[in-house]
């Protein structure tokens, strides 16, 4: 069973830049797809960004690429997302999830955790 845990929320205005983490613990963090995904109040949950085990493959939603940098560390079990010219609308809950398979589709991931709160104000 492993346990993730978000942390580096908080609110920016406009332009600036958030560094989110997620911690693991309770499994081999290096085997797993790690991805980030967000929620914004009333939308659906959707994909922002996965890196393999590696971190050989990344991949991004086209409305962060080029702003947003994932990253990983498999000797601290962490994984990272550097959010840089933060708009209004990428304000949402940010999650973490661990899964197998390298995809954008949240249901194949095992592992959620709680989620950040990110505000972006105008």
């Known amino acids: 069973q492993v346990q993730l845990v978000e942390s580096g929320g908080g609110l920016v205005q406009a332009g600036g830049s958030l560094r989110l983490s997620c911690a693991a613990s309770?499994?081999?963090?290096?085997?797993?797809?790690m991805a980030w995904f967000r929620q914004a109040p009333g939308k659906e949950r959707e994909f922002v960004a996965f890196?393999?085990?590696?971190?050989?493959?990344?991949y991004y939603a086209d409305s962060v690429k080029g702003r947003f940098d994932i990253s990983r560390d498999n000797d601290k079990n962490t994984v990272y997302l550097q959010m840089n010219k933060l708009k209004p609308e990428d304000t949402a809950v940010y999650y973490c999830?661990?899964?197998?398979?390298?995809?954008?589709?949240?249901?194949?991931?095992?592992?959620w955790g709680q989620g950040t709160q990110v505000t972006v104000s105008s």
């Open positions: 999830a661990a899964g197998l398979i390298a995809t954008t589709q949240d249901f194949k991931y095992d592992y």
């Open positions: 309770g499994g081999t963090f290096s085997t797993y797809v």
């Open positions: 890196i393999a085990w590696s971190a050989t493959m990344t």
